[in-house]
């Protein structure tokens, strides 16, 4: 080194603690710790987010790369499996259906003889796999608000219902709730059959436990309902009238219906990976950090050359996180609680792994303390401030709070970050009530956040071709760590954390 480069240093770095001095929120130079958990974090995403995992779609050798890569990590970490189900050690399955109509058929009757009704005009759609009725009388419910049926009244018949442009099923499911076989809506303003087909293919994936329902439910156009009354007492005009008069009462009319309709299925087997840090005290509760492992595969445009998704940020980088707040915790005193750790599947198709964790628990949702969900952190550099995407929704903000300003960490006020808390695994958490935030610089500074949603998100570029921020990704974990530690102190946290304005147990007892 030369003595003239020697000065230049020494004036850029005069200039640079000034500038520490006078910027609030300046950074100093990362810790050893700090250089340490970058280094993994990249590692971690290296890897998770290289073509080989093949944009880590569920189902597929993408997701088995995945977990075995995160299994063999969390395994040499020192975590212990945590599905507590030892038939299925460390992955807890998940089934996936997706379901979508597959034929539908709709034959009428007058007075025994067959009435034509052009095909295409009626659409008959189930839920189920396979649902029908036969020769069952139509009764005509005009637009069914305000109208209280009798069990009777509907039991065996198929309701024909104006649809009066009267947005979702609410009216339908009453109807089959209340015993009708079947309800034929009459498309009689804005929406088409094609519209209605449409949406019900784009219905997407479902755990495959949710309850088969066996309705049936079917549309016919304004024209085809014209036919189907021509040669019947009254016209469509006629009945919409009478349907507009007070006191309209549910009418008969002189056609039966045999219908049809059946769904095709396509079963995803999938995996949520569990692990955790048993803690010295049972019973005592549990913390939960949560993270998901799934991304969509290949999702670039068909004649695109690049079309795996490998979801380096969303989310690589918080299952990375996940992982190293996993070691780091480990490396700690042993807690009192347990610490759970959730590498979910499926959040892509909905939340689903997070529900099917929460539907299929392996301990009582009343026993977490607090739960972290951690998604696409590598966003926002070193010395950002940090976000409670959930504020308010919980009891956990104040504690959050007090713990951030122990690390010296900066908690953005207000609930702006609220916006996205429907698009992440913590919401499927707070379903169950299970108190969950996300606590991250990722939407500390929620331009960068925007950025990115309107950006790389869900595209093939959220890959490695460019260098990640991880600054900010370094600090969730520090910050996540000791979340870990406070919350799964029983001194600290005694219990389950109650709603705002109710004291919290004094720790002291007595
Ligand atoms: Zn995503």
Redesign the pocket.
């Known amino acids: 080194m030369n003595r003239g480069t020697f000065a230049i240093r020494a004036a850029l770095a005069a200039l640079c603690c000034a500038a520490t001095a006078l910027v609030p929120g300046a950074r100093a130079a990362p810790s050893r710790l700090e250089s340490e958990i970058e280094q993994r974090l990249r590692a971690h995403i290296d890897m998770l987010a290289s073509d080989a995992f093949e944009g880590r779609e569920p189902g597929t050798e993408g997701e088995a790369k995945t977990l075995r890569y995160l299994g063999r990590e969390w395994f040499d970490i020192g975590l212990v499996s945590g599905t507590n189900d030892p038939g299925h050690e460390w992955f807890a399955p998940v089934t996936l259906v997706a379901r979508e109509p597959a034929s539908s058929t709709a034959q009428f009757r007058r007075a025994r003889r067959p009435v034509y009704v052009d095909p295409e005009g009626v659409l008959m759609l189930t839920s189920g796999k396979r649902s029908l009725v036969r020769d069952a009388p139509l009764l005509f419910v005009g637009k069914a608000q305000d109208v209280d049926f009798t069990r009777a009244e509907l039991a065996g018949r198929v309701a024909v219902l104006l649809d009066g442009d009267v947005e979702g099923g609410a009216r339908q499911n009453a109807l089959l709730g209340q015993g009708a076989s079947a309800v034929l809506t009459v498309l009689d303003g804005e929406r088409t059959l094609e519209e209605v087909a449409a949406r019900r293919r784009r219905s997407g994936y479902a755990l495959a436990d949710d309850s088969l329902g066996g309705d049936l439910e079917g549309f016919v156009t304004r024209e085809a309902m014209v036919a189907l009354l021509k040669g019947s007492k009254h016209s469509l005009d006629g009945l919409e009238r009478l349907a507009a008069e007070p006191g309209f009462t549910p009418l008969a009319l002189d056609i039966t219906a045999s219908l049809e309709a059946t769904t095709s299925e396509t079963t995803i087997r999938t995996h949520n990976l569990i692990g955790k840090i048993p803690g010295r005290r049972s019973g005592a509760g549990a913390v939960l950090f949560v993270a998901h492992w799934d991304?969509f595969g290949n999702c670039g445009e068909e004649t695109a050359e690049d079309r795996i998704c490998n979801?380096a940020i969303?989310?690589a980088s918080g299952v990375a996180a996940l992982t190293e707040i996993a070691r780091l915790l480990v490396r700690g005193k042993e807690p009192d609680r347990d610490i759970y750790f959730l590498a979910t599947t499926a959040?892509?198709l909905g939340l689903l792994g997070a529900h099917a964790f929460a539907e299929n628990p392996p301990l009582p949702l009343d026993q977490i303390v607090a739960a972290f969900n951690i998604d696409?952190v590598a966003i926002a550099p070193a010395g950002t401030p940090v976000a409670i995407v959930g504020r308010g929704m919980t009891a956990l903000d104040p504690l959050v709070e007090k713990v951030a300003r122990r690390e010296h960490i900066k908690v953005v006020p207000g609930d702006e970050a609220n916006e996205y808390v429907k698009r992440q695994d913590g919401w499927a958490m707070l379903k169950h009530d299970i108190p969950t935030v996300m606590v991250t610089t990722a939407y500390g500074e929620i331009a960068l956040m925007r950025a990115f949603f309107d950006g790389d998100?869900?595209r093939p570029s959220d890959d490695l071709s460019h260098p990640l921020e991880l600054g900010g990704a370094v600090r969730d974990v520090r910050l996540g760590v000791a979340l870990g530690r406070w919350f799964a102190d029983v001194e600290r946290v005694p219990g389950p954390v109650p709603p705002e304005g109710k004291a919290p147990p004094s720790p002291q007892g007595n």
Do not use: R
């Open positions: 991304h979801g969303d989310n959040e892509e696409s998100y869900h």
